[in-house]
């Protein structure tokens, strides 16, 4: 394997896979270098395909040898790529040269710059986005890579803006089939976010030792003029950083954490909070966001931007002017007076807190929380014990089906009904359906003005967002 991305013969470059979420921004950032980019895929569909046709870059509809003639100087194999799927076997074939994503990123766009990483189970792409927003504000002008759709950004979530930084979210998941370490462990980290450290990705950890171990790997990569900051409150963080050879700072809501959130308050569409510096006033924060799990994502970015040097004032306005991540508790529209909103959540620690944060955000209102088991966890029985306590939380659970379900056999697959049952046996009115649109019926029998769905994927759940924003304006319409 080589990428030779150095070599001036690179020209062209070809990237299997070019729809997914970091595929599609990175086929961007080669763009703008000035390369001649090239890729494949099936089912590109926004913002992927968006982000592709606003920069004029083609795609392939589908995997073809002949996609790959004239042959391409480099490609980038996308780790949804198997061997078997006809492009990589003629790469493989006439020895075209190939890389990692991550690679790509680790030889091409990182050196020169400090590598600021943020890493963890949950809050990542947000935090991650927070960052390059504070960055961007106080004029640093920093390159990032956001593993969601930012819109301070217009919608992108990449930037090259040639400053000192490469702010990135760090995913734990695999790198390519012929790479199945963590893609994190390519990007070098100066500085480090970890942000929480829970059990996830049944598809290709046994456990969440496993995945510590992962994380261990990380942490021994920052160097000893660097730093990590982790949150205080996880016992498994601090575990992983105990061999750590340079300095880890903690941040929390507790008074022991050397960054501390306190007075924590909802008003007028906003959460306000004070960030103390072991015991010292650091900056007064108001962000347009609610939850717990926002505060400490912010609190998080502070603690790294203020060792960066980046001025207070700058920091607190750039949060004050934060707009969330697409598809973190996104308005997607009211019809009939039923509000619906999407978030990504996808794993019970998530969906617990989106609920709670929705419970703050628009308190009065009944929740209908609608989830889709997508992921390759949630398709599996990993969660079957910790997701009713999370769901029970709504007033109404309505479960999709499990995605891909033949691909997993029965008795490791996750049960909706089960998981309804014991959400009803919590309190919690609760259903299992077979498909989006008996979820659509459904709601429309026993919603009402005044009640809120929250659609909670990683996924477009068979399109129920706009299925049911639809029916919904036509019951309205029907009763005016």
Not at 222 to 244: C, D, N
Not at 286 to 307: E, F, Q
């Amino acid at each position: 394997m080589t990428s030779g991305l150095s070599k001036p013969a690179i020209r062209h470059v070809h990237l299997l896979g070019i729809g997914g979420a970091a595929m599609a921004p990175v086929a961007g950032m080669l763009a703008e270098r000035g390369f001649r980019v090239t890729g494949s895929d099936v089912n590109v569909y926004p913002p992927a395909s968006t982000l592709l046709r606003s920069l004029g870059i083609s795609w392939n509809e589908g995997y073809r040898a002949e996609n790959l003639k004239p042959a391409p100087d480099l490609a980038v194999i996308g780790n949804a790529i198997s061997r078997g799927n006809p492009e990589l076997e003629h790469i493989l074939d006439e020895r075209i040269p190939y890389c990692s994503m991550p690679q790509l990123l680790e030889e091409y766009f990182l050196p020169g710059r400090s590598s600021i990483v943020v890493a963890g189970t949950h809050g990542k792409t947000t935090t991650t986005a927070m960052l390059a927003w504070i960055f961007q504000t106080a004029g640093r002008r920093p390159d990032f890579l956001i593993g969601g759709v930012a819109p301070n950004f217009g919608d992108r979530s990449y930037s090259l803006g040639g400053g000192e930084e490469f702010i990135i979210e760090g995913d734990e998941y695999d790198t390519a089939f012929f790479d199945k370490a963590p893609k994190f462990l390519h990007y070098h980290p100066e500085e480090l976010i970890l942000t929480s450290l829970e059990y996830d990705h049944a598809d290709i950890y046994p456990d969440l030792a496993s995945i510590a171990l992962q994380f261990r790997r990380l942490v021994n990569l920052v160097p000893r003029r660097g730093r990590i900051l982790i949150w205080g409150e996880s016992a498994e963080l601090k575990e992983v950083t105990a061999k750590a050879f340079c300095r880890v700072e903690t941040f929390g809501l507790t008074p022991e954490c050397d960054w501390c959130a306190g007075d924590i308050l909802w008003q007028d569409s906003a959460t306000e909070f004070r960030v103390a510096h072991r015991g010292r006033e650091a900056a007064r924060i108001r962000i347009p966001v609610a939850g717990r799990h926002n505060v400490l994502d912010a609190l998080a970015a502070v603690a790294l931007a203020h060792g960066r040097g980046v001025e207070r004032e700058a920091i607190e306005r750039a949060l004050g002017t934060f707009e969330s991540v697409r598809r973190r508790m996104e308005i997607k529209g009211e019809a009939g007076g039923v509000l619906v909103v999407e978030d990504f959540a996808h794993h019970p620690t998530a969906i617990r807190l989106t609920i709670e944060a929705a419970r703050t955000r628009w308190p009065g209102r009944k929740i209908w929380a609608a989830v889709e088991p997508r992921s390759n966890t949630m398709r599996r029985k990993v969660f079957q014990e910790a997701l009713p306590d999370a769901l029970a939380l709504a007033d109404g659970v309505l479960l999709g089906p499990v995605s891909r379900a033949q691909l997993i056999e029965e008795k490791d697959r996750l049960s909706p009904e089960a998981i309804a049952a014991a959400t009803r046996a919590r309190g919690c009115v609760a259903q299992a359906f077979g498909a989006t649109e008996e979820i659509v019926e459904y709601l429309l029998e026993k919603g009402a003005a005044g009640d809120m769905v929250l659609i909670m994927s990683n996924g477009s759940f068979d399109g129920l967002t706009g299925k049911l924003l639809e029916k919904l304006a036509g019951r309205a319409g029907g009763r005016a």
